[in-house]
């Protein structure tokens, strides 16, 4: 599976950025996918994850209720959408995906990865 993240860019806080990944390689509906992200200086943390079906979605708190996956599997694509965005999100986000039915919150719970996309966010 290759996946490749993009729509990252530079944005004032409380604006809006929607990035996506591109999957390939795999039939997309055969794979839970998510979203973590990575700030200068910190280890890489968990944001949000869809299940295959799409039905179930799960968020870290820090994000919750301004951030939303979705997922297109005719396009392949998986979807973030960033709302209210904040001064501490500024981060390089990064796509995941793993053929385990699980949701998991931790890096080693998926297979594959994309290269990530930089997000900015100016106060």
């Known amino acids: 599976v290759q996946l490749q993240a993009s729509g990252g860019g530079l944005v004032q806080a409380e604006g809006s950025l929607r990035l996506s990944c591109a999957a390939t390689g795999r039939t997309f509906s055969d794979l839970t996918a998510g979203w973590f992200r990575q700030a200068p200086g910190k280890e890489r943390e968990f944001v949000g994850v869809?299940?295959?079906?799409?039905?179930?979605?799960v968020y870290a708190d820090s994000v919750k209720g301004r951030f939303t996956i979705s997922r297109d599997d005719a396009k392949n694509l998986l979807i973030l959408q960033m709302n209210s965005l904040k001064p501490t999100d500024t981060a390089k986000y990064f796509c995941?995906?793993?053929?385990?039915?699980?949701?998991?919150?931790?890096?080693?719970?998926?297979?594959?990865w994309g290269q990530g996309t930089l997000v900015t966010v100016s106060s």
């Open positions: 995941a995906a793993t053929h385990r039915n699980s949701a998991s919150r931790t890096t080693s719970g998926y297979e594959w």
């Open positions: 869809i299940s295959k079906n799409g039905v179930t979605t």
